[in-house]
C-alpha cells in the first residue's frame, strides 16, 4: 500500500516536480527518485508512530553513503487500515554519522551470522530536519513544505563535518526554555558539545561560526532590535529558533593550508576556528588570522539591511581585505 500510494501521490520537495518515480527493483537504499532533479528518497512506513529511532540496514554501507555523500532523504509514512495520517521527511542532510548506531552483530545461528545493522536515532534530528506533509490526514501545503526543505538543503552544500555541527547545534538550541536566547545561553552547552567532538579544542568560536552557518540556511535571521545599543535579536519562523547576540561584530579573515594535499585556502567567520579542507575534508587549524571585528555602522544595520547577511561589508571590501593581509 505505501509504494503505491507514494508513487501516485508522492511529489519532490527539492524541485516544483509533482512526481516521483519507484526505483528497480532491489536498488539498494534508494526507493524513490525525482524525475526531474534526481533528488533521492528512502520510504520507511508502519502502522505504529515512529519512536525515537527506525531500523535501517547494514551499519558499513549507511557510513559509506553518509561519507561519499549518497545517502537519501527519509520518507516516514504512517498508515491505518484505510488511509495515510502522517507523512514526515527528513533530510539527507541532516543524516549524519553521528546519529547512526551500530546494532549488535547477528549471532553465529543466525542465517546471516556477524551481519550489522545499524538504527537511526531520530530523536537526535532537530525539529527543522522533519518537515510534516501530511499531519492527521490533513495534506500540507506543497509551497510550504518545500520551503522547510529548501532552508535545510542549503546545508547539504557544507562538509559533512559542518552539518552534523549544525545539526548538534540546534538541536541542543531547541531544549532551551525560551524562545530568545544569547550568545552566552548557547556556550552552556560547550562542554556537551565538547564530549560530541573530542578532537575539536576551539568550541565556543565553533558555536559562533555554526550561528552563522544556520543564519545563512534561514534557520537563525537576525533583526535590529529597539535601538542600536541593545544590541540585535532575530524572529521565530517556521519553528526555528532565535537569538540575541551582542552589538559588536567578531570577524576574523583565516588562512589555511592542509598538511595533507596541501591546498591552500581563505575563510572569513566569527572566530579563529578550525576549518574542513575543501578538496580532502581534512580539519585544519588557521596558521594565520586578521581580525577584522568592528562596530556595524548604522546605515548597515537599518531597515531590511540587518537580516542576511550579517555581518554586511562595505563596497571596498576586497581591497580592505586585502590592506589587512598586505599590512
Known amino acids: 500500500m505505501s509504494e503505491s500510494w507514494m508513487t501516485s501521490n508522492g511529489y519532490c520537495l527539492a524541485c516544483e516536480s509533482d512526481r516521483i518515480l519507484p526505483t528497480r527493483a532491489n536498488t539498494r537504499a534508494r526507493d524513490f527518485e525525482c524525475e526531474s532533479c534526481g533528488h533521492p528518497y528512502e520510504l520507511k512506513s508502519g502502522l505504529k508512530p515512529f519512536g525515537k529511532k527506525i531500523v535501517n540496514g547494514a551499519f558499513s554501507s549507511m557510513i559509506g553513503r553518509i561519507e561519499d555523500e549518497s545517502v537519501s532523504s527519509f520518507l516516514l509514512l504512517r498508515y491505518s487500515s484505510f488511509n495515510i495520517t502522517d507523512l514526515v521527511a527528513i533530510h539527507r542532510s541532516l543524516v549524519t554519522r553521528e546519529i547512526i ?43 510550504r513544505s518545500r520551503a522547510l526543505f529548501s532552508a535545510i538543503e542549503s546545508l547539504g552544500k557544507k562538509s559533512a563535518s559542518s552539518r552534523s555541527w549544525s545539526r548538534s547545534l540546534l538541536t ?48 537563525v535571521v537576525f533583526e535590529k532590535r529597539g535601538n542600536l545599543q541593545s544590541g540585535l535579536s532575530s524572529k521565530r519562523y517556521w519553528g526555528g529558533v532565535v537569538m540575541t547576540v551582542d552589538l559588536k561584530i567578531d570577524w576574523f579573515l583565516n588562512r589555511y593550508r ?23 575534508d581534512t580539519t585544519m587549524t588557521p596558521f594565520k588570522c586578521v581580525d577584522l571585528s568592528r562596530v556595524p555602522n548604522e546605515v548597515e544595520l537599518d531597515g531590511a539591511k540587518c537580516y542576511l547577511p550579517l555581518p554586511l561589508w562595505p563596497p571596498d571590501a576586497a581591497r580592505y581585505i586585502q590592506s589587512k593581509w598586505e599590512g
Open 101 to 143: 548506531q551500530e546494532r549488535k552483530p547477528l549471532s553465529p545461528s543466525a542465517m546471516r551470522a556477524g551481519w550489522v545493522g545499524c538504527n537511526i536515532l531520530l530523536s537526535c534530528i532537530p525539529p527543522e530536519g522533519r518537515i510534516p506533509l501530511i499531519r492527521n490526514g490533513v495534506a500540507l501545503p506543497k509551497r
Open 172 to 219: 541542543c538550541l531547541h531544549r532551551l526554555p525560551v524562545t530568545t536566547f544569547t550568545l552566552k545561553d548557547a556556550y552552556s552547552f560547550e562542554d556537551e558539545l565538547s564530549l560530541l567532538y573530542p578532537e575539536n579544542n576551539t568550541v565556543r568560536p565553533k558555536i559562533r561560526q555554526q550561528l552563522q552557518v544556520l543564519r545563512d540556511a534561514g534557520l
Open 258 to 280: 592542509c598538511e595533507y594535499c596541501f591546498h591552500a585556502w581563505d575563510d572569513a567567520w566569527s572566530s579563529m576556528c578550525d576549518d574542513a579542507c575543501p578538496v580532502c
